[in-house]
């Protein structure tokens, strides 16, 4: 566990070392911008609106009655989708979509000699693999999950227009009542973090590959499985932390 915590510093060392050509590097963070924001914004819009409509159904049936303001079921889908629901569930769909391509791209790379010749050639690999990859993925994923977040609440409200449990005022009346801005920073917080595991682990499952086509697949799933379990680690740690 040391050994391989200790290539995994290393690994963000070198990738973060002085890039030879930034003109070079800034096209590469472009592009994984694109590929990882753009490509990954269809699957959020769907998986978004679902689970906010979910969420306001279920805390209707389990909350609403006569004793109970309708309004509640507003702040409890409002809090519910910021705090836990969009940083989280977002994330770990994003690392099997984004993390996955990260470790079977660099892994390939790997098994088919690319990155030996880019050393030979002097140019730093995992600076020019790996660092735009993090960087965008600090950068995209965060915006990814505040548009999961909208999504989910305009999902809420959509829910309760097609239903007769909560009207649409109550509902927009729960989302602005008794509102505690902590919870916008724990979600930033927490969008950044799993930004950042996802593309790092991902990345270093994908760098030290070795084989051939059968071990590209098993880094992506190493990749994958252990995001997923740091994701929902350093959601416990920074619930803790911030709350």
């Known amino acids: 566990m040391f050994h391989s915590l200790g290539k995994y510093l290393l690994l963000l060392r070198l990738s973060f070392r002085k890039p030879e050509k930034f003109s070079v590097y800034w096209a590469e963070v472009m592009r994984e911008m694109v590929s990882e924001g753009i490509g990954s914004l269809g699957i959020i819009v ?43 569930i977002s994330s770990l769909v994003l690392a099997g979509r984004v993390g996955s391509s990260i470790a079977s791209q660099i892994g390939t790379m790997r098994v088919t000699e690319q990155i030996d010749a ?3 050639m002097g140019v730093n690999a995992p600076g020019y693999l790996i660092s735009p990859k993090i960087i965008s993925g600090l950068t995209m994923i965060p915006l990814l999950v505040i548009v999961s977040v909208a999504l989910g609440l305009t999902g809420g409200y959509l829910a309760c227009a097609a239903s007769n449990d909560v009207s ?14 902590v919870i916008v920073t724990v979600c930033a917080v927490k969008s950044i973090a799993f930004g950042f595991i996802i593309t790092s682990i991902c990345a270093y499952q994908g760098y030290y590959t070795s084989g051939g086509a059968l071990e590209v697949g098993q880094a992506a799933t190493r990749g994958v499985v252990y995001s997923c379990i740091m994701i929902l680690f350093a959601d416990l740690i920074i619930s803790r932390m911030l709350l």
């Open 118 to 120: 880019l050393e030979i």
């Open 168 to 181: 649409t005022a109550d509902y927009l009346a729960g989302l602005t009542d008794s509102f505690n801005p």
């Open 46 to 88: 769907i998986i978004s609106v679902f689970i906010g409509a979910v969420a306001t159904i279920q805390t209707a049936f389990q909350l609403v009655s006569g004793f109970i303001p309708k309004t509640v079921v507003g702040g409890i889908t409002r809090d519910s989708t910021i705090l836990e629901f969009s940083p989280t």
